[in-house]
């Protein structure tokens, strides 16, 4: 167990549609960060956020966002879904940036 | 642009046969190679860190090593419960992501 929790562990959602998933990083760790992994892709960075300010950006869709709130949990909006979103979505924690990541138990999301 | 190729993308290994994966990277300014051990539907499980060439770690029956262009996942006498994907992931200095590779598919048979 890595610490991190997120939620849902699964979605089944039509496209069209929004979802929020929801991530806890570590206890202490102010870095978070989300990935995304299809079968086709492997594992993508999307967004990282440091003590509550976005940090870097990597393959995100701009019909998804994420944000950091005061407490370090973040979540990612996922909106206007296609088929192809679905995918497992992992968010990840460090300490600082730039340190080690330890990823989370991920959220399987089905788009239908 | 930073490219991460891991070798084999499959290998069947009987219980007790070592065997190597291989992590080849390109990129620039290289602050760390990261290794991961995941299993189906998990999170990624953090093994190794590996900072500079020649830096190696070991852990249980596993030992990484690092070169200016490759890294080595050597697996010493594996048991069927090591079967998983191992990744290997770059990250730059001044870069606060990680690249990863496609990860290499562990099968260890009793």
């Known amino acids: 167990d890595s610490g991190v929790t997120q939620t849902p562990k699964h979605l089944i959602t039509a496209t069209g549609q929004r979802v929020t998933l929801r991530c806890s990083p570590r206890s202490g760790d102010l870095s978070v960060y989300w990935y995304q992994q299809s079968l086709d892709q492997g594992l993508q960075f999307l967004i990282q956020y440091y003590n509550g300010e976005e940090r870097a950006k990597g393959n995100i869709l701009e019909r998804f966002s994420a944000q950091q709130f005061p407490d370090l949990h973040s979540e990612l909006n996922l909106s206007s879904l296609e088929l192809g979103d679905s995918a497992l979505y992992f968010c990840?924690?460090?300490?600082?940036?730039?340190?080690?990541?330890?990823f989370g138990p991920g959220t399987r999301l089905l788009v239908l | 642009e930073d490219q991460v190729t891991q070798s084999p993308e499959a290998l069947r290994l009987q219980e007790g046969e070592s065997s190597s994966l291989n992590c080849s990277y390109t990129?620039?300014?290289?602050?760390?190679l990261f290794w991961y051990r995941q299993d189906p539907g998990k999170g990624p499980e953090f093994l190794f860190t590996l900072y500079s060439a020649g830096e190696e770690k070991e852990k249980e029956r596993l030992k990484a090593t690092l070169t200016k262009k490759e890294s080595f996942l050597h697996i010493t006498a594996p048991k069927p419960e090591d079967s998983a994907t191992y990744l290997c992931?770059?990250?730059?200095?001044?870069?606060?992501?990680?690249?990863f590779g496609a990860g290499t598919r562990l099968t260890v048979k009793p």
């Open positions: 992931a770059v990250q730059r200095y001044n870069n606060n992501d990680m690249r």
């Open positions: 990840a924690s460090s300490k600082q940036y730039q340190e080690t990541q330890y």
């Open positions: 990129v620039s300014g290289l602050r760390g």
